[in-house]
């Protein structure tokens, strides 16, 4: 390196250790990175210089340059416009070689930051009953065609000890928004999870009080995925009959100020949606500074009020993906089974581009058909154990492992 460039990475990295900006600067394509053909695009040369993010503690590479993907300290009063331009600026990059770079760099960044190890969540879909009527989904109240069950709690820790003998390492427990399960029923089916391993348990039921979501936490949850879905307060409002994103952020900040690990994420290609929003979906997740994070494409389920509606486009969800993990380098991203849905190679593609988690349904093959978010989901083809071999074998080929940890948060070791 010139004495030129050392100056500038040491300023570069002043500047970060300072005000907690993190650049994007220049570093060299691996070799890890070369043919990566999944894409079907061009691939990267190695050696080729490309834009990489870079953070003081972590970056071991050459870095030089100004940068572009500005961030200041998080707080959600702390979203400028400019961040949010910044990010849409990302996010239209059309050409071909714009493309391949951002794709290049979110690979490089899970890489450094995250590591080639995939963690492996096996999900529970545990009732599809919903109180709730989101435009969007097929498990909404008025969906009175859709056949509902419940499973019991015996049921339920069945197929969570099949899944912690399988190697599963987390159990994620979903639902609709389903007061049939009292706050008690379900910290009773935590501790009972808890016991049968050391596992983590990550709870997906939606919106609660505060003291609802201290009681899931006392009994032993680690992690609690709640989505905003979309960054825009109006679109937010007519998707959500009788809900706003106020009410959203409000659960995600009391659920982080518990100490669960907090995902949130976001739907591409909601009727209403355009750049902007999608950048703002994105600043969102940064500012609220979530540990885990995921983005699918909205894809329209024939009895809802959007049903004619296309679907969103992979395309955009995969450079939302790649976007997010440049904004978020140490955040849990999952291959979504909506990407999977839409496209058969869906896992590796994200994989490919920022993506460190796969989500398995391990719910029993009798309930899995009825949880029907939208048409024809990809888990519908997952055998009972979520087809954990055959992901290893996938990972295998594209040089990533499972993880043997229960996969905890990177931002939280960092805290
Ligand atoms: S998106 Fe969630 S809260 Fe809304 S209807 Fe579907 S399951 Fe219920």
Redesign the pocket.
Known sequence: MTLNARNREARDRQDFQQTGVARVCQGRVPATMANRDELGKTVLTPGELIDTALHPDESTEPATGQGRFVWTETGYDRLTERDVTDIASMLQACSEGETELLFAQADQTRKRFVGDSVHIRGIIEFS?Y?????L??????DNHKLRRYRMTPDEILAASENGIRRGYRTIVLQ???DLHYSTSDIARIVEGIKGLGDVAVTLSV??RARSEYATMKSAGADRFLLKH?TADAELYRRL?PGRSLEMRIECLQNLKSLGFQVGSGFIVGLPGQDISTIARDIALLKLLDVDMAGIGPFIPHPDTPIALYPAGDVAMTLKALVVTRLALPHANLPVTTALATLRPDGRKLALSCGGNVIMPNITPAKYRKLYE?YPDSASLKDPEDGGIGEIALMLETMGRRISQTKGDSFRRKRR
Do not use: T, W
């Open positions: 599809n919903c109180m709730r009527n989101c969007y989904c097929g498990l909404r109240r639902s609709g928004e939606g919106e879905e959500h978010i």
